[in-house]
């Protein structure tokens, strides 16, 4: 669909909602659902279908899928990228640096981040070279991905000699000579539709470096395509002093992209006396394409400090085999149905309800991930089906009020209403935690950890408008085709004696000697904790004479201890390759196990180099400091929305939560890899949201407390009321998860029993850790919670 029609599409979808929620017309408020409903899926589908390639006989493509797959599932094309040593003021080659090559990796994460391709591999091979894998990448954006890959962007500003056109004519008559420390220069420009040259004489050394420049970005106007710049203090403070020479000279800027001059505007003496201030610069002019801007823009604001040269180009295969591929798949859709089946069960007749809203919630997600380019990627697919069972949470919770409300003695309808009016509070509360910390992560953060934060952020969205919306309007037509007059469930937990409150101290010390084995594990294991994602490896490269698929290599290595090494087929113009990387002092011993188990392959050793981490310095650092700063949000959040002493409280378990969890995942043995960060964050969100639940019943029992119970009584009460609630939420959770453990193989292994101890640990914390927190911080400040919470709560609203 053409950016316009989208347009236009969403923003009659949001009037839609807009109407929906201000009517007071019960029919109306039906209707308008049904249409949102009916339009919102018919959008997501159009941006789904065809989902995947569509290809001939012959193999080629005749339409491009619109779902995006990542290397693991279907590889794309590899560059390995050797840094070329910068030259000295003597003319001597510097020596390649570490630095240099950070440097590198994460100029060139930037680029391609904003090249429009999801989830690179990006690691140092070696130590003057990057090997740069980029996913499904199609023939005719090969050569747009070399470019990027090696434009270096030395953006200079050079000033142009006053009275450089005349002098020119002087010099090229031979009566004047060029000035000491200037050179000529050619500016190719367009005038009338034509390439015009113009000559210049330009200072040879830059005035001002591009290494000021913080933000670069194209813009359209009436003079066609250009990348507007922005520097830095220091940068914006040189750029005034020298426009304001240029202004007083009444001569022109050179702006020197890569030894080539590529704008010379001046500036207006009248308008700019004083210079230009505020730093900001624009290139203009040239005749530049939106393409060509947009590159330009990219290369400025990540410009490589040290020159590249590609060395080869190969075409790559996945980097998972085709069985874990199939087992990841099918366990995930496993969960799936184990989901629905114990909805049905459970719920009986409005299970299916929620049954309706999970499918239209897959299918929302699913399109809005391939109208934003998003890469799909094996742990995606499963964390985007565990984000469906959790997205079953909201649902549960409206169940579990509507119980409440029918137990009451309410008939049917009222008690639905009253039920969505309810868990409005809780449902809102909770997602809007989750949002924070996937904006901050999304803002802040680089690689594959914003590509988390999209999809968080997708299918917060989703889950919010299928559980709020979707399922008020199946109810709605239920009701007014009076299909529907009774409700059974079944009823897991009915006491609700157990006191929490009393035997906090208990649960506790618990979690206090928990969380200090958990510090000590990691303490003691120090960089053994890291996996080869963070730490680096080995990388094996073997040609053969014999050909062989990387599914003949995994088999050879099964049962071993190298059996979840990534390996690839590579191809290039001449001969096929095969890729092995591992952990760091692995290389000779894969050799030895492939030797002797594939004698007949005839196997060429041909490389063996050390490749570096995956997860760089600058994105580690980035993706900490973003999840303090949802952190931080989710603490003023929870302060302004509830009281101080709860934000405490539900920081200080989601903190007792990730570290329990942690320590137990390596006492496993097993080492944080990549697909970690993704889990850690999921289990971070899950955690808060399962704590909000619970603080939305106790500020709603404070709310409504007249006198007779204390404080620690109504919390305990609150706990014991939403306990079937959160035992069924993890359970639900659970199956998926156990459904990946068991039957995803050994890639999602990892992924599933961290979130299986995830879940268990959030679970507990939830129901005896949180709330005693809050009672306990509440009742040091000598202030009365009921109070506090009374003067921040909202009314009811309406769905």
């Keep these: 669909m053409a950016p316009i029609w989208t347009f236009f599409y969403g923003l009659t979808l949001l009037i839609i909602l807009g109407w929906y929620f201000t009517t007071d017309s019960a029919p109306r408020r039906r209707i308008l659902g049904t249409v949102l409903t009916i339009l919102t899926i018919a959008f997501c589908l159009v941006d789904i279908i065809p989902p995947f390639d569509v290809k001939d006989a012959s193999g080629k493509v005749i339409t491009p899928g619109k779902i995006h797959l990542g290397l693991d599932l279907q590889g794309g094309m590899s560059f390995l990228i050797r840094l070329d040593p910068p030259v000295d003021d003597k003319g001597v080659k510097k020596a390649i640096t570490p630095d240099m090559v950070d440097q590198a990796v994460e100029a060139i994460r930037k680029r391609i981040d904003q090249f429009g391709t999801g989830e690179p591999i990006i690691t140092p091979q070696g130590t003057d070279r990057i090997m740069v894998q980029i996913p499904g990448i199609t023939a005719d954006k090969v050569a747009d991905a070399r470019d990027q890959l090696k434009k270096v962007a030395r953006l200079e500003f050079k000033l142009v000699y006053p009275g450089s056109a005349t002098l020119l004519q002087e010099i090229q008559a031979g009566q004047a000579v060029i000035p000491p420390g200037y050179s000529i220069e050619t500016l190719g420009e367009q005038r009338d539709g034509k390439p015009v040259d113009r000559k210049l004489i330009v200072k040879k050394k830059a005035d001002l470096l591009g290494q000021r420049v913080t933000h670069a970005n194209a813009y359209f106007d009436s003079d066609g395509w250009g990348v507007a710049l922005q520097f830095d203090s220091q940068g914006a403070d040189e750029f005034g002093r020298l426009t304001k020479q240029v202004a007083a000279d009444r001569s022109a800027m050179a702006i020197v992209l890569d030894g080539a001059v590529i704008s010379a505007p001046g500036v207006d003496h009248d308008k700019y006396s004083e210079g230009i201030l505020g730093g900001r610069a624009q290139i203009s002019g040239g005749g530049m394409n939106e393409k060509e801007a947009r590159g330009l823009a990219s290369a400025l604001e990540n410009p490589l400090q040290t020159p590249v040269i590609i060395d080869e180009e190969r075409q790559a295969s996945a980097t998972l085999g085709s069985d874990s591929i199939k087992s990841g798949i099918y366990a995930g859709l496993a969960g799936l149905i184990l989901v629905a089946v114990f909805m049905v069960v459970y719920y009986r007749l409005v299970g299916f309800i929620a049954i309706v809203a999970l499918v ?18 094996l742990p995606g697919i499963a964390g985007l089906i565990l984000s469906l069972g959790i997205a079953i949470d909201a649902n549960v919770l409206i169940y579990e009020r509507l ?34 910390t996937a904006a901050i992560l999304f803002w802040m953060a680089n690689g594959p950890v914003k590509g988390f934060a999209l999809t968080l952020t997708i299918g917060i969205v989703a889950s919010m408008f299928s559980s709020l919306l979707i399922t008020h309007t199946c109810f709605s037509w239920v009701f007014a085709a009076k299909a529907l007059d009774k409700i059974t469930m079944l009823h897991l937990i009915r006491s609700k004696a157990f006191d929490f409150v009393g035997n906090a101290k208990k649960f506790v010390c618990i979690s206090a000697v928990l969380v200090a084995l958990s510090i000590a594990v990691l303490a003691v294991r120090g960089n053994r904790n890291l996996g080869a994602d963070f730490r680096g490896g080995d990388l094996l490269v073997l040609s053969m004479k014999q050909a062989l698929t990387p599914d003949q290599v995994r088999s050879a290595l099964a049962g071993t201890a190298f059996q979840n090494v990534t390996i690839q087929a590579e191809h290039t113009t001449d001969r096929d390759l095969i890729s092995i990387r591992s952990d760091y002092g692995t290389a000779d011993k894969i050799k030895e196990r492939l030797t002797q188990s594939l004698p007949a392959a005839g196997l060429n050793f041909e490389k063996t180099d050390h ?14 400091v973003a999840l303090l700063l949802g952190l931080a949000g989710i603490f003023l959040y929870v302060s302004m929305r509830f009281e101080t002493s709860f934000a405490v409280g ?15 995942f390596v006492l496993s043995g097993r080492e944080l890899s990549l697909i970690m960060v993704g889990a850690i964050l999921s289990i971070a969100g899950y955690s808060i949201n399962d704590k909000i639940v619970v603080f939305d019943r106790i500020r709603s029992g404070l709310r409504d407390h007249h006198g007779g119970n204390t404080v620690a009584e109504i919390v305990n009460t609150s706990i014991n009321e939403t306990l079937s609630r959160t035992i069924l939420t ?23 029993f961290s979130f299986v101890i995830g879940i268990a640990i959030g679970t507990y914390s939830s129901i005896f850790i949180a709330s005693p927190i809050v009672l306990f911080l509440s009742g040091r400040k000598g202030r009365s919670l009921h109070s506090e919470v009374v003067k921040s709560t909202p009314g009811p609203v309406r769905v």
């Excluded at 239209?360 to 799909?376: E, K, P, Q």
């Design 360 to 377: 239209i919630n897959c299918v929302m997600v699913v399109g809005a991930l391939a109208m934003f380019n998003s890469v799909l990627t």
């Design 403 to 436: 119980r409440e409300e029918l137990d009451h003695g309410k008939p049917l309808k009222p008690a639905v209403e009253a039920s969505y009016s309810k868990a409005f509070s809780a449902i809102f509360d909770a997602h809007v935690t989750q949002f924070l």
């Design 730 to 752: 993890g359970g639900t959770a659970l199956l998926t998860v156990l459904a990946l453990y068991f039957f995803g193989g050994p890639v999602l292994n990892d992924f599933a």
């Design 650 to 664: 539900s920081i200080v378990a989601l903190t007792h939560d990730l570290i329990i969890t942690l320590g137990i």
């Design 611 to 624: 490749v570096g981490p995956l997860v760089g310095r600058e994105l580690a650092g980035k993706s900490a």
